[in-house]
């Protein structure tokens, strides 16, 4: 270290070089990162894409070089995966929509709490985060129950005589999804909030808008990048989420992930299930794609209008 | 008056929705003082009955070990990874810098579901049927991207000319990161020990697919009791896992401030 003289301002690349000798390059530093990474997701994940094109050969899962799309044949010509398909992206897509309304009034309300209170309502809004999945669907079940608290209301106020049934229907996956996933929407819709000026929105009053027409058509243009990426992010995990869908949806929810688990535990048709597991990525994706391909078309249109 | 009336409306709207997030986790709360072994909420008399009951289940009690092995093996493991990764991309001058975030992102964007399943399958080719290795190595990968997010928002905000500062008094790199970055950036690395292993200690979607029998983790084990019984025990360990949650939280938003956690920036 002492052939280093002691200079108050080294020249930016000789201090490059300087740190990068000692330490090793960057590259160095990211590779035990880098390799766990790639031995514990990429290649699991090619592996597992690679057994969906093998023959389906239950209790099997080493690799040959007899390719085939058995299972995909399989799957799309039959129309019973297709529904469980078709269920899976409609109950997500519900998921999502109710989120993204929700999420963008609650970041609104956030937003407009003062600095004290603050801490506290983010603290509630991730709280659903931090607690474990089967504790919130536990916390659902009690709450939705044919005894539980919504009916105990209901019945006890004398507006229903029958318990209403809640509890293993799309209505409570519905629930339980938005539950969990309304803090990815509405943090990063919160983050792109904190951007715009708060003067827009009294502009806007002064000018004699109502609050709605501040939210609608004021704040909701200003966030669309938050809201894009908190749609993204629900959509895409409402796709894969098992649990809840297996614990409040009953025994036969008949989606998606409740089909891949069955082929893995159950069954044990491997090849079937990771090609399950490959469909159901390709169509997340493909959403999210074409979401992100349509957001970027229209605002390159809004930015040329001027 | 329009105005006002909507603005009501708002602030009523917004009450409803904390009440929708925070409801089911306090009926948890309630639901587990009950004395009875039916769920009412809230109860008719209360007691600590199903406390006892719970921390008396051998299933409880083993699961919430293997979890606690599990989440503190895999933090610790995580744990130095993630810190040389992130120091790495914070020096690197790369133009796939960018490329490289989003491939430290990796484990969070792949679903767990489908992170558990590409596991069994890879260990299980490879002969690896020791239900705590396969849990541990699937845990490394929850921890990690944490760890690594964290380290990286607080280097972000670390003052450059501290290095050039310590340089100039003749520290040399490796005392400076020791010395100086270490001791600024600590908090941020603690919180993401923190969350990565709240994360760790409640999965469910990963380690559904790498449990054995013999290695069955808290949150499983609460999972079958469910699908069988639906007493107030449940309730009352998920009650003991909402207290430790909730000081651990308090503890990170202290540390590091939750929404950075979350939304970056």
New interface residues.
């Given amino acids: 270290?002492t052939m280093y003289p002691?200079?108050?301002a080294?020249p930016e690349r000789r201090?490059?070089v300087?740190?990068?000798s000692?330490?090793g390059t960057?590259?160095?530093?990211?590779?035990?990162?880098?390799i766990?990474?790639a031995a514990?997701?990429?290649?699991?994940?090619a592996?597992?894409l690679i057994?969906s094109i093998q023959t389906p050969d239950p209790g099997e899962?080493?690799?040959t070089t007899n390719f085939t799309a058995t299972s995909y044949v399989k799957f799309f010509t039959s129309p019973f995966y297709w529904s469980v398909l078709l269920k899976t992206i409609w109950v997500a897509s519900v998921t999502t929509a109710v989120c993204a309304f929700?999420g963008f009034?609650?970041a609104?309300?956030i937003w407009l709490t003062s600095p004290r209170w603050r801490?506290l309502?983010?603290?509630?809004?991730?709280?659903?985060?931090?607690?474990?999945?089967?504790?919130?669907?536990?916390?659902?079940?009690?709450?939705l129950?044919d005894?539980?608290?919504i009916n105990?209301l209901l019945v006890h106020l004398g507006i229903i005589v029958t318990p209403l049934r809640m509890m293993f229907t799309n209505f409570a996956i519905v629930i339980g999804l938005v539950?969990v996933f309304?803090?990815?929407m509405t943090?990063?819709i919160?983050?792109s909030l904190d951007r715009v000026d708060r003067n827009i929105p009294e502009a806007a009053?002064s000018l004699g808008a109502?609050?709605?027409t501040i939210g609608v058509r004021i704040l909701l243009p200003m966030v669309s990048p938050g809201l894009v990426s908190g749609i993204t992010m629900v959509f895409?995990?409402s796709?894969?989420?098992?649990?809840l869908p297996a614990?409040m949806g009953g025994a036969d929810s008949g989606m998606m992930?409740t089909l891949?688990?069955q082929q893995?535990?159950v069954t044990f048709n491997?090849q079937f299930?990771?090609a399950l597991?490959a469909i159901?990525?390709a169509t997340s994706l493909g959403a999210v794609a074409l979401l992100i391909f349509e957001t970027s078309r229209r605002t390159r249109r809004w930015m040329a209008r001027r | 008056m329009?105005?006002a009336i909507?603005?009501r409306a708002?602030?009523v709207?917004?009450a409803f929705?904390?009440i929708?997030?925070?409801?089911?986790?306090i009926?948890?709360v309630l639901?587990s003082f009950n004395q009875e072994s039916?769920?009412?909420?809230p109860p008719l008399q209360w007691s600590l009955r199903w406390y006892g009951e719970a921390i008396r289940n051998p299933n409880f009690v083993r699961g919430a070990l293997t979890s606690l092995v599990v989440a503190t093996v895999a933090t610790i493991i995580?744990t130095p990874?993630?810190m040389?990764?992130a120091?790495?991309?914070?020096?690197?001058?790369?133009r796939y810098k960018a490329a490289?975030d989003a491939?430290?992102a990796?484990?969070i964007v792949?679903?767990?579901?489908?992170?558990g399943?590409?596991?069994?399958?890879?260990l299980?080719?490879a002969d690896q049927s020791a239900g705590n290795v396969k849990l541990i190595?699937?845990h490394?990968?929850i921890v990690?991207p944490y760890v690594?997010r964290t380290t990286l928002a607080s280097l972000a905000q670390f003052n450059p000319s501290l290095w050039e500062a310590a340089?100039?008094l003749?520290a040399?790199?490796?005392q400076v990161?020791w010395k100086i970055v270490l001791p600024i950036i600590r908090p941020g690395i603690v919180a993401g020990m923190v969350f990565g292993f709240?994360l760790s200690?409640?999965d469910?979607?990963i380690s559904?697919?790498l449990v054995d029998a013999r290695t069955i983790t808290l949150?499983i084990s609460?999972?079958s009791y469910?699908q069988f019984s639906?007493d107030p025990s449940?309730?009352a360990i998920?009650t003991i896992?909402?207290g430790i949650?909730f000081v651990s939280?308090l503890l990170l938003?202290r540390l590091f401030g939750?929404?950075r956690l979350?939304?970056?920036?």
């Fill in positions: 270290m002691l200079q108050a080294a201090r490059a300087r740190i990068s000692a330490f960057s590259a160095l530093l990211t590779m035990p990162a880098c766990v990474i514990g997701v990429v290649l699991p994940l592996y597992m057994l899962a080493t690799l929700l009034t609650l609104v309300s801490g309502c983010v603290l509630a809004v991730i709280s659903p985060l931090l607690v474990s999945i089967v504790t919130r669907a536990f916390g659902w079940m009690v709450v129950g005894y539980g608290l105990n539950h309304l803090p990815l943090l990063p919160l983050t009053s109502g609050a709605l895409s995990l796709m894969s989420s098992y649990i614990l992930t891949i688990y893995f535990v491997w299930g990771a597991v159901l990525l | 329009m105005a909507q603005k708002f602030w709207w917004s929705l904390y929708f997030i925070v409801t089911p986790l009926c948890v639901a039916v769920q009412s909420v995580a990874i993630g040389l990764g120091f790495g991309l914070w020096k690197s001058k790369s490289m491939f430290f990796l484990p792949v679903p767990g579901l489908v992170t399943i590409s596991l069994l399958i890879v299980t080719a190595c699937g490394v990968l990690l690594i340089e100039t003749g040399s790199p490796l990161l709240i200690f409640d469910v979607n559904l697919f949150p609460i999972m469910l639906f449940v309730a998920s896992l909402i949650t939280t938003e939750l929404k979350f939304a970056g920036g």
